[in-house]
């Protein structure tokens, strides 16, 4: 069993349209993420979501809204897609609780985004 | 605010040799760190962590970190390598500041094992 998944894998769509990235887990983890790796493999964390509620927004744009319909999804949609949005979107889940902020994170396989 | 940075884009080796992949940090309270390792086309996987206790921790597939508070390290280390061991490997910290909720990255260093 796949312990964190993202559908779809790949993604390409013009410029101006907007899309939505699933993620579940089953790990029964609280906590889920969003993180955008560009072109030059840096990671850098876009959303931190702990019991369904948003924590960490990273300065994104308003044009990126996750949705968290339970602890063991959390979506992306992103609206007016730019060229600049061409990244691979990974999310990620982790148990945090009294001692939980120490918790290891599970990746999921990334979504590989092309804007045109 | 926290921060790693991994000095080296590239480390080469040849197998059977020890490897080491250097990371540094910087934290305002205690240090959690992380090594996380990506293949190609695959999400990051968890290697290692350092919370608190034995300086060297021990992980996945053989590999070891040695954290030394007084130099702000937490270089990652195998003593033989793998040809199976060429990846891109991340060291990062948790930020305290955000109660736990944002692991910062350092910017990956990738590893060429040859055979």
């Known amino acids: 069993d796949t312990a964190v998944s993202q559908t779809p894998k790949y993604l390409v769509t013009q410029m101006g349209n907007d899309k939505s990235i699933k993620c579940e887990q089953n790990l029964g983890h609280d906590t889920m993420y969003w993180y955008k790796q560009d072109s030059k493999k840096f990671l850098k964390i876009m959303f931190s979501y702990n019991n369904k509620e948003l924590i960490i927004n990273e300065t994104v744009p308003n044009r990126f809204s996750p949705k968290s319909p339970d602890k063991a999804h959390l979506n992306l949609h992103i609206n007016s897609l730019e060229l600049g949005d061409s990244a691979v979107y990974f999310c990620?889940?982790?148990?945090?609780?009294?001692?939980?902020?120490?918790?290891?994170?599970?990746f999921g396989p990334g979504t590989r985004l092309t804007v045109l | 605010a926290q921060s790693v940075a991994q000095p080296e884009d590239q480390v080469n080796v040849a197998e059977g040799n020890p490897l080491t992949v250097k990371c540094t940090y910087s934290?305002?309270?205690?240090?959690?760190l992380f090594w996380y390792v990506q293949y190609p086309n695959r999400g990051l996987q968890f290697l290692l962590k350092y919370i608190t206790g034995d300086n060297l921790v021990k992980g996945s597939y053989g590999f070891e970190a040695e954290f030394n508070k007084s130099q702000t390290s937490f270089h990652l280390k195998k003593p033989s390598a793998l040809v199976s061991d060429s990846a891109l490997y991340f060291c990062a910290v948790r930020d305290d500041d955000t109660g736990g909720f944002k692991t910062i990255f350092g910017a990956g260093t990738r590893l060429f094992v040859k055979a």
């Open positions: 934290v305002s309270g205690n240090p959690y």
């Open positions: 990620a889940s982790s148990q945090l609780g009294s001692a939980g902020a120490y918790n290891e994170q599970f």
